[in-house]
Structures are given as C-alpha cells and as structure tokens.
DNA sequence: CGCCAATCGTTTGACAACAGATGATTTGCA
DNA sequence: TGCAAATCATCTGTTGTCAAACGATTGGCG
C-alpha cells in the first residue's frame, strides 16, 4: 500500500497520457480509504469478501475462493487463519475430498458482515464523493469492460 | 504485482459493488502489461517517469521528482541509481543546496526516452483494446476527477 | 556568530503479495 | 488393483513498497 498522500500536484500530463498510472494511482488511494474503513469495521478487504461470498455461496474451499475473488491461495491461508481465529468461519474437512476445507461462515460471521454491510455504502460514498452517481456508474461499467466481466 | 491472471470469472457481483476491488484489479491487469512493456523496452515504469519528467522540465532533485511522480523518496534513490549506471542520467550536486541533487537527463537518456515515447501508444492500445478511444478517455476523465487532477 | 529546526538523500527494518516447492489426498487410467 | 498425475492447503524465499531513523547540509532567529 503506497504512502499516505499529501496535497503535492501530480505531473501534469500524467493521467491523460498514461491510463496505467493513473489507474494504480486511484487503486492506492481507494485500497487506502477501504483499509481506513476496514480497521474501522474490523473486517480486513479480504476477510470480507470471504465473508460475503460465504454467505452468497455457502460454504466452499479455499480454492474456490481463491479463484473466485482473484486472491492468490496463499494468502487465503492468512485469511481464512484470521477469520476462524475470530470465530467468524470455521474450516472443517470437506468428507467428500479431505484435501480440501469446507469454510463455512458462523452466526457472528453473518453478524459481523451485516455490520459492514450497512457502513460499505456510506464508505462508498464518502470515497467517491468527487464522482456524480451516474459517473461512479459510467467508472464501474468501463472497468467491467476493461477487466472483460460482464460483457 | 499480483499474480498472473486465468480465465477464471469474477465473483459476478464484484465490479458494481466494490468498485474499491474493481479499481485494483485493473490497476493490477494493467501494471502487468506496463511491466511487460517496460520490460520489451529496458525502461521500468519509474524510470520512464522520471525521464519523461526531466526531459520535459529540466533538472530536478530527486525531492522534486519523489513528490510530483508521487514516488517515495527511498524509492526514488533506486530508480535514479539504476537510471545512472545506465547513464541515462547525471547526479551532480546543487551548487545552491548541496544537500540536493541535480539530477539531469543525458543524451543517451533522451534517446532512449524517444524509443520508449514511441512504443508507449501502441501499448496503451494493446492494453485497452476492449474499450473504444471514448470509453479511454471517459475513463482518463473519471480517473483525473477522482484524483482530484486537472480539476 | 551560534544554536535549533528543517530539508535532502540514504539506509534499515517491517510488511504484503507472489512464485515455487512440499506433504497429504484424490483422481485417472492401464 | 496399482501407480502416475493432479489437486488442496501450506510453507519458504523473493520482491517491491513503505515508515522511521540517520548523517550532511541549510536556513531562521536570537
């Protein structure tokens, strides 16, 4: 995660000729609002997609989730490791292939996530506020082209 | 840099909830291919930066160029010495303040910029085929307003 | 002048993410 | 059945970035 960001001028010429910068540059200083609330909620990034995609899905190995969410397995160890600490999810062995984990979202999981879930909006906003409504959703939908979802 | 990407599929609900999560994927997607790039072209990101930063103001310290590349100071120590061995660039100390470099791009570094200058827009259209040159530039817009560039 | 704070470049240590290797288990195929 | 290849979770080592601390130098103020 890059340094916090002072009231310094970006080179000029910057955003309009190098796309790539400019989108590292808005994924920094967006993973840093999202860490910001993060802490604040007690969810890391990670562990809540975990938790959302849990409830979404219902249970599923840490690969699935690893693919699904584009986090690399090792670091899903961590996650999941963070989360069962907590007492969020619980790793039990899948019967049918007891190589694989069956996570599974617990009651204080589904209630920890419902807490995020109403201040992600707010987060939202609050991040986006330089963004009309209809921007942020012009923003989304070329990122779903770019990244090639939903097409 | 993540991890190579497959074609695998998105948690389908992803890019229009979190655009926090949308944002580094396309940053990540889009590093790689400038790594890539850089790679074809013997020039690292940073390294192009600053080049592109010197030819077009003059010489700077590496104070200057860490704050208008958005760059870390430690960071900058590394991108200028390897841009030196190279002899892209020349540190000389600042009669003025001789705590701060000078540091001046060189002829070989101007050449070398041009051969990068010009391989660059053809990346860019590699990279952002799946948008057409509007969507590029909607998203240039969007990107700089949230930024807060050029506003 | 003389001292204290600030600045520039650098080094060090910490941390997150990734690539690759490992052990346990399962699957495919002869 | 039996064995090789694949798969799942994990661990290790590497890389890139950041925060903090450090010398060297400068500027401000009495």
Redesign the interface.
């Known amino acids: 995660m ?2 916090k ?2 009231d ?24 840093r ?2 860490d910001t609330h993060a802490a604040e909620t007690g969810l890391g ?1 990670g562990q809540h ?1 975990v938790l ?2 849990l409830d ?1 899905v219902g249970p599923c190995s840490q690969q699935t989730l690893s ?4 986090i ?1 397995r090792s670091v899903m160890v961590g996650i999941c490791d963070d989360l069962q600490q907590e007492d969020l999810v619980r790793r039990e062995r899948n019967p049918r292939d007891r190589r694989s984990y069956a996570v599974t979202i617990t009651d204080s999981g589904r209630r920890r996530l419902a807490q995020a879930q109403t201040s ?1 909006p707010a987060f ?1 906003d609050d ?2 506020r ?2 009309a409504p209809e ?2 959703a ?3 939908t ?9 097409a």
């Open positions: 890059p340094t960001t002072a310094h001028v970006y080179f000029p010429r910057l955003a309009a000729e190098r796309l790539d910068i400019a989108l590292c540059r808005a994924s920094a200083t967006v993973s609002a999202a990034v997609l959302q995609m979404a693919e699904e969410l584009r690399d992600v939202l991040t986006f330089s963004l921007e942020r012009q923003l989304s070329l990122l779903g082209k770019l990244l090639g979802i939903g």
